[in-house]
């Protein structure tokens, strides 16, 4: 298996900072509640929140469709959330929204929950893998369909700690 670098720690560095300088803008005066995905979205989450200027509290969700590269397309709740976001103001922290059936879901699942806002933030978009059209407030990079590793992205919980966005051949 060869990994290819796409998107370089740079770049994500650069991107992060725009994305956390937008969301302060959006929030200012207000507490954040980030609904962080695990396990992919965590370090991009982590990363984001030291850039913010509003308080962010986080909670984390964990919802599976995937075994290793393909979605089996059965969504399965992991892991729920621990705190109530009832008239609150929450940002699901993502790390790639690709068919956008997971975050259709979550989404809806959320809502029912009756939080004063809800927003989508994700580091990666496939838009040309969209099977469910879901609007992402705050997107950071959108690529075509590569298969994704490092920064968060893993095959079968490997390689999410390199430091930069690569693809397997």
């Known amino acids: ?93 993502e790390d790639i929204i690709d068919t956008g059936r997971t975050l259709s879901y979550l989404k809806e699942y959320l809502l029912s929950k009756n939080p004063n806002s809800l927003k989508i933030c994700t580091l990666v978009s496939k838009p040309s893998r969209r099977i469910v059209d879901v609007p992402i407030d705050y997107n950071g990079f959108e690529i075509e369909d590569k298969f994704l590793v490092g920064h968060g992205f893993d095959i079968d919980e490997d390689y999410r700690n390199m430091p930069y966005i690569g693809y397997i051949e």
């Open 1 to 93: 298996m060869e990994i290819k670098e796409l998107i370089s720690k740079e770049k994500i560095e650069k991107r992060i900072e725009e994305l956390a300088e937008q969301i302060s803008r959006d929030y200012e005066g207000k507490n954040v509640e980030f609904i962080v995905v695990l396990k992919g979205a965590a370090i991009f989450a982590v990363e984001l929140a030291m850039k913010l200027k509003p308080n962010v509290r986080f909670d984390f969700i964990e919802i599976s469709s995937y075994s290793g590269t393909e979605s089996t397309g059965v969504l399965k709740v992991n892991k729920d959330l621990k705190a109530d976001i009832e008239g609150k103001d929450v940002l699901i922290v």
